[in-house]
């Protein structure tokens, strides 16, 4: 019955995945009347070893440089972040606070400073990127094409990967986010959804900044917090297909581990503050419904009624060894059969996910095509860490913490070496 009940609560996103399949093809926007003016936001934490390869990457955008600035927040290093980002063109902020700690917290610090410097309505708009990034050149101008149209408070942009092929985890992240960006903001932009921003690439209007008083979103997975918020308040967040950034995956399950312990326990806190407030939103926002119910199912905790599942499905197993024996071997037999199909049915659903995203962003996929495929067998494991991770951030204390970073030089020789952590 759960499974049952999943599957028609999700429906609406294989709708999502039917729409894109059967439009490759994005719409081209017009040229943008006006090169609009930017602040590019960047959060670093002792990222010295990196901050490099993103700062040059913006410096070569195709866009007049006089219409953008790019800051940088040293928060909290013990490194020469500040200084390095200094040399390759960035304009810096040193912030030290052991107190309020998160990116939520840097970004909105951030804001301030850059709103003294500048004053309220310099900028047109502000483009938050990590650290970690690295920018195609064509970025800024096609974003400003979707900034230009005037449709939207905000929008999301297509997230690549720089170390697709790094292992079995980074490959599992990267199909993850190019899963999200195609089949998922996509559609919900050209149907009339709510696209959700999604870390790092996104764009966000300096109307929306001010009426905020900047970024006052402080939760452990502050850009879903944003999103919710954002819907909420009826602003309108779009997608970019063809602005592209290429983001790091983590290679290490303990590093992976944390990172997705830390977003489970923000999904948590990002329920327990709007999941009502969504739920009355369905039924009272004009014209939004179908944004407030799909940002409703990406937040809510599902995993946890597989987990349920799994676990009353274990409980009935076991006290079938206290009924007759006729009686104990129906049940184990059902009980079994019920598990299997389970798994069976979201190994091979993931599968299939994976493989139509493989298959549609090949072209956009940079390794050999050999590598391209070889672990797609192993992102349904992946996705299944998900379930213990889900329980254990019910109970753990979680904090944000820095993730270890390297440069694209570092990756590639990891790579070829066979040196991954």
């Not at 996104?202 to 452990?220: E, I």
């Not at 399950?253 to 709007?274: E, P, T, V």
């Not at 329980?391 to 066979?418: C, M, R, Y």
Request: glycine share 6%; net charge neutral; hydrophobic share 45%.
């Amino acid at each position: 019955m759960v499974a049952i009940a999943l599957t028609v609560f999700y429906l609406y996103q294989f709708i999502y995945m039917i729409y894109a399949i059967f439009h490759r093809h994005v719409p081209v926007l017009p040229a943008a009347k006006e090169d609009h003016r930017y602040a590019i936001f960047i959060s670093a934490r002792n990222e010295q070893g990196v901050i490099f390869e993103l700062l040059d990457s913006l410096m070569a955008q195709d866009y007049p440089k006089d219409r953008y600035d790019v800051y940088l927040v040293a928060d909290n290093c013990t490194d020469q972040t500040a200084s390095v980002a200094r040399e390759h063109g960035a304009y810096v902020f040193e912030r030290e606070n052991h107190e309020q700690v998160g990116k939520g917290f840097a970004l909105n610090y951030l804001y301030a400073e850059v709103t003294k410097l500048k004053g309220e309505g310099y900028y047109d708009a502000y483009i938050v990127f990590d650290a970690d990034n690295i920018v195609d050149d064509q970025f800024l101008k096609e974003a400003n094409k979707t900034f230009d149209t005037g449709k939207f408070d905000a929008f999301t942009t297509y997230r690549n990967s720089k170390n697709y092929d790094g292992n079995w985890i980074s490959t599992a992240y990267s199909i993850w986010f190019m899963h999200e960006a195609r089949h998922l903001n996509y559609p919900r932009m050209m149907l009339g959804a709510q696209c959700m921003i999604s870390g790092t690439g996104f764009c966000v209007s300096d109307k929306v900044m001010q009426a905020n008083g900047g970024w006052p979103y402080y939760l452990l997975t502050e850009d879903i917090q944003f999103s919710v918020a954002s819907t909420l308040k009826n602003l309108r967040i779009g997608y970019c297909d063809t602005a592209i950034l290429y983001d790091e995956q983590p290679t290490s399950m303990k590093q992976s581990w944390n990172q997705r312990l830390r977003w489970a326990k923000g999904f948590y806190q990002i329920d327990g503050k709007y999941i009502v407030q969504l739920l009355k939103g369905f039924w009272t926002l004009k014209g939004r419904k179908l944004a407030c119910y799909d940002v409703l199912m990406t937040v809510i905790p599902c995993s946890l009624l597989t987990v349920a599942t799994i676990l009353i499905s274990a409980y009935v197993l076991c006290a079938a060894w206290f009924m007759p024996y006729y009686v104990m071997m129906v049940f184990r037999q059902q009980i079994v059969v019920l598990l299997g199909l389970t798994l069976l049915n979201f190994y091979a659903g993931l599968i299939v996910m994976g493989a139509l995203t493989i298959h549609m962003e090949s072209p956009r996929i940079h390794t050999t095509p050999w590598k391209k495929w070889k672990y797609l067998w192993l992102f349904p494991f992946f996705m299944l860490t998900y379930l213990p991770i889900t329980i254990q951030a019910i109970f753990a204390k979680v904090k944000w913490t820095p993730i270890q970073h390297f440069s694209t030089e570092q990756l590639n020789d990891a790579n070829k070496n066979g040196r991954v952590n």
